[in-house]
């Protein structure tokens, strides 16, 4: 349909709607094309359903409005196309024009045709995934049989049963808001000043009256029900969680981020912020300045915001060991102050107000706010959806919350909060002095409150940074006694160089498991907890099954030896980590020579790289002879757990494993095809390009896996049954990073030479030649932050997950909750290279 159709029943003297003009011509779909819903309240209330195609939006009016229920039909009636400015609409259209009354922005994104989009609206069957802030996944548009008389044109939109479908609940209900201003319709048709205006004077291009990404600011006259005017309290004790294993599952539940920071409550008074913890200790002066003033700023002459304070690192996971240092440093830069809920707003309780108008209220407050203050997005879906998607993230976990609750203080069951790693606050009990460093502490010994008494459950070892350790060290230094600090008699071992301290420092820990005897497996350090009492800490998780991790018989010298600083991540740190991953990295890195990078002082201090033995090795690293190089030196290998843990016991932070295991070592059984893109690409055309090479790989019948590499890019990596050779396998690597710069030569580049490596990015395939390695799955790198290379779904290659996300800290947790491996059928996929389809 043209446009002439859309302009003609519009008087645009009236209309606040853009004219608007076709842009382009047909031509074949680019790569991202926009949809819009728009929410619209006429004579009927319907939805507006459009996707850019040939430069207008081909629309729809769905009656009832879209439906994530596959068994759900939604009669579509094919309208008028309109401008693509048509998109950014949200306003109110005059009583007596076509269309008359509100419109909302109520979805918006892009969409991708299954197939050419022109045959498939031709057909009358249009097939297209959605990637929306709302709707997401597969569907489809399909025109009905008509009857001879009728002058409307109608389909059906139908959700496919795929991942994002959902059989129960309403999307339109959980989520009426706006994407574009946070708004109802109700707001919207109140506020006729706020319209769209499509040509301002002075302007040529259509622009909105506030920008997009702005919410409307709440009128401080219209109160939601349940607020009453009050004095501003003194403190509000906060609302609390309880810890439950699954998150909710009925109706009426919203789901939060959970944080790794600080709770706080921030009270606003006649321009001063002042920063109260938890149980309502005054901390306004250890977080700086900067984010006091921030909170200042706010346009409330007073307030109380509950949230939390945390510190983010590169994966833009908060952390508390990084919260802790930076405050122990005096660093203030870092602090990003996460709100969730808003107690009191400019004279008027909201403790009485449902849930999410509280958090509406809250939106609207903090839309001009500095960047270190952020609105606690809620999401409507299931709770096991939200926290399994968390999990992929590597993150602690989510907060469900009642989403018509009120504000009432303690733990009422109307929060829960489900973790996907296991955190424990403990109480120090001892240390042990660091046997690598002057005036550090090693590792503690913690306790918990059991019956009224402070049971032992173990040691923490690993989680210091330097810092942390030193400081702990001058901390638990001045709080020696003799007498023992536990309640319960420990054992010879459990007293080794342990100095008993008075029980008063509270840690967070964070562990694997609970073993059969009641101690902590595998425990991390993640700061000390100011804002909680010792008496206070009793145990959380009451689970004590142990799980069976692979032990070791090599013994670890200096185990409290720091490899990464920043992070805090010991030998004994590292040797955990390998522990819970053991079972995937397992075929990754036995039976094949090995190169190794060695840093015995750590990250910061001299580097080795080695294929050949060294002075002192440990006998679980084989020496092996290469068949085609008997008389030189002998190569590395390892072939069981023992092995990796005196790969640890070394100081190797990176192993790079042949292609090849030594049972076939002419015969590669994998080709590795190293994605290194220049500092300028964006890691959306890295994720272009390995998809690229899977569409390229799979074209030849081979199957393609991908994992980051824990530096700057992505490896895809393609399993092959040990017929071909290397001369073979490298000649192809070859040819298919040839083919790849031959095509798009702006993009991507065959050969190493820096000096064309600007905008572009180079597909190594020197890694598939005899002797040559590349990074196996799992290993961790010896770099800043402790990144390892990790496998993924190829639906994991989002920019949520860039090629350093997974660490040593948070990739332990993705893998003991995956629903399956993504590298399972690795080997079972594998076919020659010669049986190429």
């Not at 009016?61 to 009636?77: H, M, W």
């Not at 297209?128 to 009857?147: I, N, P, Y």
């Amino acid at each position: 349909m043209a446009l002439e159709a859309y302009q003609a029943k519009r008087n645009f003297k009236v209309t606040p709607e853009p004219r608007g003009s076709r842009r382009g011509t047909k031509s074949a779909a680019p790569a991202a094309l926009s949809f819009v819903i728009q929410k619209h309240d006429a004579t009927r209330l319907h939805y507006d359903f459009r996707l850019e195609l040939d430069g207008a939006l081909k629309s729809w009016a769905i009656t009832r409005g879209p439906s994530l229920n596959p068994d759900e039909k939604r009669l579509a009636v094919h309208v008028e196309d309109h401008p693509l400015d048509y998109g950014d609409f949200e306003g109110t259209i005059p009583k007596g024009q076509y269309g008359g009354g509100t419109v909302l922005v109520w979805d918006r994104g892009t969409w991708t045709p299954n197939g050419d989009p022109h045959k498939g609206y031709k057909k009358g069957h249009l097939e297209f995934d959605l990637d929306g802030e709302k709707l997401s996944g597969r569907w489809h548009l399909v025109r009905m049989h008509g009857k001879p008389a009728e002058r409307q044109e109608n389909w059906l939109l139908i959700k496919a049963e795929d991942e994002e479908a959902r059989h129960k609940g309403d999307i339109l209900k959980q989520r009426p808001e706006s994407v574009k201003s946070g708004r109802k319709i109700e707001e919207i048709a109140k506020h006729p000043d706020a319209t769209w205006n499509s040509r301002p004077k002075g302007t040529s291009k259509p622009t909105s009256a506030k920008p997009a990404a702005t919410p409307a600011k709440p009128k401080r006259h219209e109160w939601p029900k349940g607020a009453e005017k009050a004095a501003m309290p003194a403190f509000v004790k906060p609302e609390l969680a309880k810890l439950k294993a699954k998150p909710p599952s009925g109706e009426g539940w919203i789901h939060e981020i959970k944080f790794d920071g600080y709770r706080l409550q921030i009270r606003l008074e006649n321009g001063r912020a002042t920063l109260l913890t938890r149980s309502g200790l005054d901390w306004t002066e250890k977080f700086g300045q900067e984010i006091v003033d921030a909170f200042a700023a706010l346009p409330a002459k007073s307030a109380i915001l509950d949230g939390e304070i945390v510190v983010e690192r590169e994966n833009g996971a908060s952390d508390f060991s990084s919260l802790q240092n930076d405050l122990s440093q005096g660093r203030h830069d870092r602090f990003v102050f996460y709100a969730f809920d808003l107690l009191y707003l400019d004279g008027y309780g909201l403790q009485q107000v449902r849930l999410t108008s509280r958090k509406e209220l809250l939106l609207g407050l903090l839309a001009d706010a500095d960047g270190r203050l952020r609105y606690s997005e809620h999401f409507a879906e299931k709770g096991a959806l939200v926290l399994d998607h968390v999990r992929q993230l590597g993150l602690e976990g989510i907060i469900s919350k009642l989403a018509d609750s009120e504000y009432v203080s303690g733990r009422t069951g109307e929060w829960v909060k489900s973790k996907c790693l296991r955190r424990q606050e403990l109480v120090i009990g001892g240390y042990v002095p660091s046997t690598s460093m002057k005036n550090a502490i090693g590792s503690l010994a913690m306790g918990v409150n059991r019956s009224g008494k402070l049971e032992h459950v173990g040691r923490v070892g690993t989680g210091f940074s330097v810092n942390v350790a030193q400081d702990l060290y001058d901390k638990l230094s001045a709080m020696e006694q003799s007498e023992n600090s536990f309640d319960d008699e420990l054992t010879a071992e459990e007293r080794r160089g342990l100095v008993y301290v008075r029980p008063e420092l509270v840690a967070e820990v964070e562990f694997q498991a609970w073993s059969a005897d009641g101690n902590l497996r595998h425990a991390a350090f993640r700061g000390l907890r100011d804002d909680k009492a010792p008496e206070d800490v009793m145990p959380e998780a009451t689970s004590k099954t142990a799980e069976e991790l692979p032990q070791s018989s090599v013994t670890l010298t200096h185990p409290d030896r720091i490899y990464w600083p920043e992070e805090g991540i010991t030998k004994q740190g590292l040797a955990s980590y390998y522990a819970r991953v053991w079972r995937f990295i397992e075929p990754y890195v036995t039976k094949r020579p090995l190169a190794l990078l060695r840093c015995p002082d750590g990250i910061g201090g001299q580097r080795f790289f080695q294929k050949h033995a060294w002075k002192g090795m440990n006998s679980n690293i084989e020496e092996i002879t290469d068949p085609k190089d008997r008389g030189g030196e002998k190569l590395l290998r390892i072939m069981d757990f023992d092995g990796m843990i005196a790969l640890v016991q070394s100081a190797v932070l990176e192993i790079h494993p042949w292609g090849a295991t030594t049972g076939s070592w002419e015969r590669p059984d994998m080709i590795t095809m190293d994605l290194d893109p220049a500092d300028d690409v964006s890691w959306t055309d890295v994720i272009a390009a390995a998809d690229e090479l899977k569409e390229r790989l799979e074209a030849v019948g081979l199957a393609a896996f991908v994992k980051t590499s824990g530096g700057k890019g992505l490896h895809v990596v393609t399993p092959l049954k040990p017929k071909a050779s290397w001369t073979q396998v490298k000649a192809f690597a070859k040819a298919l990073a040839d083919g790849m710069s031959k095509d798009q030569p702006d993009k991507y580049l065959a050969t190493a030479t820096k000096a064309k490596r600007n905008g572009k990015i180079f597909i190594d395939y020197l890694r598939n030649g005899r002797g040559n390695t590349a990074v196996a799955a799992y290993s961790t790198r010896a770099r800043p932050g402790a990144a390892v290379s990790m496998p993924l779904e190829w639906k994991e290659l989002t920019e949520e997950i860039g090629p350093a996300y997974f660490t040593v800290d948070n990739a332990p947790a993705r893998l003991d909750t995956l629903r399956s491996d993504p590298w399972a059928d690795f080997f079972a996929a594998a076919v020659p290279l010669e049986k190429q389809k």
